[in-house]
Nanobody, 120 residues
Framework: QVQLQESGPGLVKPSQTLSLTCTVSGGSITTNYYYWSWIRQPPGKGLEWMGAIVYSGSTYYSLSLRSHTSISRDTSKNQFTLQLSSVTPEDTAVYYC????????????WGQGTQVTVSS
């Protein structure tokens, strides 16, 4: 049973970098064939896929966010990390880490989500 847990600061100032970490248990980010992904939901809006990292370390990003988004991993800690630079108040959202198999059409595993507010 894969379990995901987001962590990081809940408040970020405009123009700074938002950094979140997803800790994975019950599976390995280097050996399991999953897309380890970041998804967010602004208030009153739908889910927005941001990007993903796979077991090989390859990364994929949303076209609209890729210029500000970086996903990396720490294999020794079985964690993957989101960095979103130059944030604005429009980046305020609940941020989720999630995982789906490469052959699946849905995200099987989700973290509980963490609220991040961008404000001065």
């Amino acid at each position: 049973q894969v379990q995901l847990q987001e962590s990081g600061p809940g408040l970020v100032k405009p123009s700074q970098t938002l950094s979140l970490t997803c800790t994975v248990s019950g599976g390995s980010i280097t050996t399991n064939y999953y897309y380890w992904s970041w998804i967010r939901q602004p208030p009153g809006k739908g889910l927005e896929w941001m990007g993903a990292i796979v077991y090989s370390g390859s990364t994929y990003y949303s076209l609209s966010l890729r210029s500000h988004t970086s996903i990396s991993r720490d294999t020794s800690k079985n964690q993957f990390t989101l960095q979103l630079s130059s944030v604005t108040p429009e980046d305020t959202a609940v941020y989720y880490c999630a995982a789906r198999g490469s052959g699946d059409y849905y995200y099987e595993y989700w973290g509980q989500g963490t609220q991040v507010t961008v404000s001065s």
